[in-house]
């Protein structure tokens, strides 16, 4: 049960690497897509981060839960700054899917482009998380 839960963690990580990398790429390729068109794409990708984190959510609980707080503690402080991390990682989502449901209602990119900071905080975010993943356990 243990090897599926992590499973499911690595393939949470694989969708939240992949749309926080392609998101930026493709925005900055994609000037002759119209405004709706570019919205719809970064949207897709917003949904892929967003059921990645999800499933690192709920697979990351349910193997504390299977397991008990001896895996927080064997992960020592760097577990800890790993889960405030996770937490910072939430809000950054958060406000991107705020700006991405404005620039949706008003068609506007403007609120797209707000994005932009957000996506690079969240990429680094999510390449500490890992390195503070990997530290907690090796
Ligand atoms: C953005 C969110 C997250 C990312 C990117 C992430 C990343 C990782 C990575 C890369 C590993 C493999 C480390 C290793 O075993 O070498 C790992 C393992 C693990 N993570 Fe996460 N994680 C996230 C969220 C969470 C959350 C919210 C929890 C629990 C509350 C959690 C609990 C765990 C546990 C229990 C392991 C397995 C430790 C073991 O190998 O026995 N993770 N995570």
Redesign the pocket.
Known sequence: MFAIL?FL?MVG?GM?MAANLASPILSANMTSIEEGGRIKIVRTFSIMGAIG?AL??IS??T??ALTGPG?ITAGGLWFKI??LL?GL?IVLLGISQMNLAKARKTNDLVHLAKNKLIGKLSLAT?LL??LM??F???
């Open positions: 992590f963690h990580l939240g984190l690192l959510l990351g609980m193997m504390i895996l790993k889960i996770v990682m999510l998380i890992i993943a990997s907690a356990y090796h």
